[in-house]
C-alpha cells in the first residue's frame, strides 16, 4: 500500500516538456518510480543505485494533459534479494524562478540517517513556446 504523503505528483500541461534526472547517495539498495497512477503497479520508467542514474527521462512535449506520480523504494540492507521493497520518505521544494521554468527537487530518505539525499531527482517543467 502506498503511503500518499510520500509521493511526489508532477502535473504537465498538454504541450509543455518534463525532464527528470536523477542521483543517488545512499549504502542501501534504494530505487525510484514513475507511474502514471499511484495504485498502479506498473511503472514507466525505473532507476536505481544498483542499476544506475541512468540518462534524463524527457516527456516532450506532452500529447495532453498529463499527471505522473513519483515514488522512492528502499531496502533495509546494501543489497539482499530476500527483503521486500518500502517506500520510502519524501520531501518536494518547487523552485518558480522570474522566467516560466519550473525546477523541482524532490528528495528520499531510505531510514538510516534522516539526509533525504539517498535518492535525488530533479525535474524541469518548461512551458510549450
Known sequence: MVNPQ????????KGDFLSLSFSFNADYENAVQLYRSPEDNNWIDSRSNRGGAGP?????PAKEDTWLYLIG???????????????SK???????????VQKTVTSFEDGSDN??????CTYFITPRP
Request: net charge negative; aromatic share 18%; hydrophobic share 40%.
Open 56 to 60: 534524463d527521462f524527457r516527456l516532450a
Open 6 to 13: 510520500w509521493v511526489d505528483t508532477i502535473f504537465v500541461r
Open 115 to 120: 539526509d533525504y539525499d539517498d535518492v535525488v
Open 73 to 87: 523504494w528502499h531496502k533495509g540492507a546494501i543489497y539482499n534479494p530476500h527483503l521486500k521493497w518500502e517506500q
Open 90 to 100: 519524501m520531501r518536494s521544494v518547487t523552485d518558480y524562478p522570474p522566467r516560466p
